[in-house]
């Protein structure tokens, strides 16, 4: 179910590349950019990342912590960070259960192939924990000015 403006974004409690638990919750007061990928370390996933670590300076100048979600495990997701030394939360659902919840599970298709995945997303999310602006098959590299636009 496609989240909206104004909904409360679904709360989550997942483990990060270090092996800590984090909650949006935690985030209370601040605004966060929360995005979905599909696979760490792969190209479009690799752009998109790379972009946001880029823009880490306008971001924060905006008041915004970004948090990554994909299926990956802790220990993918690490070795995506220091790779590419993202230095921002990423988290791991590995059941798909918080993007579902967020509307950013449902059917792809490739090479003529449907099958069940992450669809590309980002929410922005405000101080109260609302969904300011949710951002459905975004492309990567439309991820950062559409969170900035959102973030004002």
């Known amino acids: ?23 949006l919750s935690d985030f209370r007061g601040q605004k966060v950019v929360v995005y979905f990928y599909p696979r760490a370390d792969t190209p479009g996933c690799t752009t998109q990342a790379c972009s946001l ?6 971001l924060q100048i905006a ?8 299926p990956d495990k802790p ?3 690490a070795k ?25 599970w ?4 490739m090479y003529g192939k449907k099958y069940m995945g992450i669809v590309r ?12 602006e949710p ?5 990567p590299k439309d991820t950062v000015p559409k969170a900035l636009k959102a973030l004002g």
């Open 1 to 23: 179910m496609a989240l909206k403006a104004g909904d409360p974004a679904p709360d989550f409690a997942l483990p990060d590349q270090h092996g800590n638990t984090v909650k």
């Open 53 to 58: 670590r880029d823009a880490q300076q306008p």
């Open 63 to 70: 008041g915004a912590t970004v948090i990554g979600i994909s």
């Open 75 to 77: 220990e993918a997701q």
């Open 80 to 104: 995506f960070d220091s790779k590419y030394g993202l230095g921002f939360t990423l988290l791991s659902d590995p059941d798909h259960a918080v993007a579902d919840a967020y509307g950013a």
């Open 106 to 109: 449902g059917e792809r298709s």
């Open 121 to 132: 997303s980002a929410f922005v999310i405000d101080e109260q924990g609302a969904v300011v």
């Open 135 to 139: 951002l459905y098959k975004i492309s």
